[in-house]
């Protein structure tokens, strides 16, 4: 593993784990906040957040419906270095458990991560979430 690739695992994992102690403090250190071309695609959110006030407004709503995440763990990631930019794909154990709701939500949650090089290290410019739906496999599967 390359010193880069280090670095990029390094980034995406302080996410999860910023996420899961609801540390968003952290979470708004990972990211360049002066890239232009933001883009944060919430497995809930119909649309993605490409501002960063948006995307503060997103961490921000996150306790708000979020009781706690008792579970952040990686299965399995890939990353891809491309001179000042990578291309992480990571799949996630998770559970949230929701505020006024029993049963946790968990399952595995894809995620998609962009990030480029900064004078200040790595930082993410892009995020997407994706839980995997279960489909019928008699209904095109």
Same mark, same amino acid.
């Given at each position: 593993?390359?010193?880069?690739?280090?670095?990029?695992?390094?980034?995406?994992e302080a996410f999860g784990q910023a996420i899961q102690a609801a540390d968003l403090?952290?979470? =708004?250190?990972?990211? !360049?906040? !002066?890239?232009? @071309?933001?883009v944060y695609q919430p497995e809930e959110y119909e649309r993605p957040c490409r501002?960063?006030?948006?995307? $503060?407004?997103?961490?921000?709503?996150?306790?708000?419906?979020? *009781?706690?995440?008792? *579970?952040?763990?990686?299965?399995?990631?890939? $990353?891809?270095? #491309?001179?000042?930019?990578?291309?992480?794909?990571?799949? /996630?154990?998770?559970?949230?458990? #929701?505020?006024?709701? &029993? *049963?946790?939500?968990? %399952?595995? /949650? &894809?995620?998609?991560?962009?990030?480029?090089?900064?004078?200040? %290290?790595? &930082?993410?410019? @892009?995020? @997407?979430?994706?839980?995997?739906?279960? /489909?019928?496999?008699? =209904?095109g599967g």
């Open positions: 593993m390359t010193e880069d690739e280090a670095r990029i695992r390094a980034a995406c403090a952290a979470v =708004e250190q990972l990211w !360049d906040r !002066d890239y232009e @071309h933001l501002s960063w006030d948006d995307i $503060v407004s997103y961490l921000n709503y996150i306790p708000t419906v979020v *009781e706690s995440i008792p *579970e952040w763990r990686e299965i399995e990631s890939d $990353v891809a270095v #491309l001179g000042d930019a990578a291309i992480v794909y990571s799949l /996630v154990m998770t559970s949230f458990q #929701l505020k006024d709701v &029993r *049963e946790p939500l968990d %399952g595995e /949650v &894809r995620f998609t991560f962009g990030l480029r090089r900064t004078p200040d %290290g790595w &930082r993410l410019i @892009h995020c @997407h979430e994706s839980r995997q739906l279960m /489909v019928d496999e008699g =209904e």
